[in-house]
């Protein structure tokens, strides 16, 4: 019994060692951050968030355990319209002075096929936190030919409620779609 314990012990005590929390952050020349509102039930607009920031916190190659936490400066809003980036950092809308930042925090990961991942987390818009549920796609890793650091890919795509976050709403659906696109893209380093 005594050597078992012991064994026990000498195994906890190396696996405390050889699993690392490897940390990822994502590349800003090479990540995105897009969303796409349907305008009068005809068209698409995209816009962009230009400044936001993403780590991804694991140990385990296959991501079961992954905290990913996402911050985006509403200010940063891109539509190439400067008028309506103007009106969507308004309080008709964003109200970026009063809510600065976007945020999401990951609160589980569950496999959804080869690559795909369901990610469930809360989604901090317009001073609500809201759960979400989003698809993750992992692209796969590269090393990094300039720097020589580990890279990996991932597209995050899913719709959020303009509704559930009280975004404009004054502007009824048929002028302004409640349905929120999200598409990210990331590329990650290993720090």
Known sequence: MKRLILTA???????????TEKIWTNDPA???LV???THMGISDVSGTFNDFHATIRTVKTDLSDASIKLTAKVASIDTRVEQRDLHLKSADFLDAEKFPEITFESTGLKPA?????????????????RPVTLDLLYIGTA??????????GYKVTGTIS??????????PAPLLSDAITINADGEFQAN
């Open 9 to 19: 012990a000498a195994f906890i005590a190396l696996t405390a060692f050889t699993f």
């Open 30 to 32: 090479h990540s995105q």
């Open 35 to 37: 969303f796409t509102v």
């Open 113 to 129: 096929g080869k690559n795909r991942y369901k990610l469930r987390g809360n989604l901090t818009l317009h001073g609500l936190t």
């Open 143 to 152: 090393q990094n030919p300039v720097n020589k650091k580990q890279s990996a």
């Open 162 to 171: 303009r509704k559930a976050f009280k975004i404009g709403e004054q502007f």
